[in-house]
């Protein structure tokens, strides 16, 4: 499964943003998609995750700012970001777990895919 994630860029504080990824490839079914960021010198941490059931998960810092959404049909996940501060600015990328085809109808073993990652620079 192969993402592709665009939409980044640079922006003013409490400015708005909205990331997509769009994921092709053949797989079974998805467990759940979410994005992360990177910030010089951070590691990686969590932003939001989206689970199959619908069931969302943001990180603290960005509760009530941002949203992950998802459309099936485009196959592609959003995330938005409104009111973005300057600790926002990071290299955000999209990643999604699920499971490939097995035998039949059956899922078979899973897979863990990460987009290529966008930048987002916030100014003050």
């Known amino acids: 499964v192969q993402l592709q994630a665009f939409g980044g860029g640079l922006v003013q504080a409490g400015g708005s943003l909205r990331l997509s990824c769009v994921y092709s490839?053949?797989?079974?079914?998805?467990?759940?998609m979410g994005w992360y960021r990177e910030a010089p010198g951070k590691e990686r941490e969590l932003v939001a995750r989206?689970?199959?059931?619908?069931?969302?998960d943001y990180a603290a810092a960005v509760k009530d700012r941002f949203t992950i959404s998802r459309d099936s049909a485009k196959k592609t996940v959003y995330l938005h970001m409104n009111s973005l501060k300057p600790e926002d600015t990071a290299v955000y990328y999209c990643?999604?777990?699920?499971?490939?085809?097995?035998?039949?109808?059956?899922?078979?073993?899973?897979?863990?895919?990460w987009g290529q990652g966008t930048q987002v620079t916030v100014s003050s």
């Open positions: 989206l689970s199959s059931e619908g069931d969302h």
């Open positions: 490839g053949s797989y079974h079914s998805i467990t759940n």
């Open positions: 990643h999604i777990v699920g499971k490939l085809h097995g035998k039949g109808w059956s899922p078979g073993r899973s897979f863990d895919s």
